[in-house]
């Protein structure tokens, strides 16, 4: 079985402060990790993912995730953030040998001007 | 890059009818498309798994003869609610996968409300 946990429902930030997303996650084989954001009333889109190499992860916008496998976590980061950067963040997972994907709970983020 | 649009974008229905939403990948072929659906202020659930030519796998719960899956060709996947409720109403979005690659990308997806 593979899960996704996304502690924080909300996550409020100055605009220009560092921004961090936390995702945890369980899979039974090799994961893969994915970022997506949703803006309101539209489908997701795709920001960063994990397969394999380098643990840090650079992706759209900015942003960019670390994998850290002892702690299975995989945090979305950005080091200065934006108005247009408050959406709905989902983190999702799927091991290896699965092709469904499975989504954690989703986080607000809303940054502050 | 890889673009998936849905069709319609949003539609009012009656209770009782059916309605048919489109999932298209514009620029690949895909060979399994997938549909979710998301209520409001939550996360998204997968109804079911197509791959091309062959019958749809549906998720434990979903009824698949309420939510009719069809993956005629490789970039055109439909989704038909039949005999719509109320309850029925819900945002649903489609995603396509390449053969082998790691990513689904998404559609922007329908927002359907049965009145």
């Known amino acids: 079985a593979q899960s996704v946990a996304q502690p924080e429902d909300q996550v409020n930030v100055a605009e220009g402060n560092p921004l961090t997303v936390k995702c945890t996650y369980s899979?039974?084989?090799?994961?893969?990790l994915f970022w997506y954001v949703q803006y309101p009333n539209r489908g997701l889109q795709f920001l960063l993912k994990y397969i394999t190499g380098d643990n840090l992860v650079k992706g759209s916008y900015g942003f960019e995730a670390e994998f850290n496998k002892s702690q299975t976590s995989f945090h979305l980061k950005k080091p200065s953030a934006l108005v247009s950067d408050s959406a709905l963040y989902f983190c999702?997972?799927?091991?290896?040998?699965?092709?469904?994907?499975?989504f954690g709970t989703g986080t607000r983020l809303t940054i502050i001007p | 890059g890889a673009v998936v649009s849905q069709h319609p974008s949003w539609v009012i229905c009656k209770s009782g009818t059916s309605v048919k939403i489109e999932c298209r990948s514009l620029?690949?072929?895909?060979?399994?498309m997938f549909w979710y659906r998301q209520f409001p202020k939550q996360s998204l659930m997968l109804m079911a798994t197509?791959?091309?030519?062959?019958?749809?796998?549906?998720e434990q719960g979903v009824e698949k003869d309420k939510f009719l899956i069809n993956h005629a060709s490789l970039t055109l996947s439909t989704l038909t609610v039949t005999s719509a409720h109320p309850e029925d109403s819900s945002f649903y979005i489609c995603s396509a996968r390449e053969y082998s690659s790691y990513e689904q990308y998404f559609g922007p997806g329908t927002r359907l409300t049965v009145t």
């Open positions: 197509s791959n091309e030519g062959s019958k749809a796998t549906y």
């Open positions: 999702a997972v799927r091991d290896s040998g699965n092709e469904k994907l499975t």
């Open positions: 899979v039974s084989g090799n994961p893969y």
């Open positions: 620029d690949f072929q895909a060979t399994t």
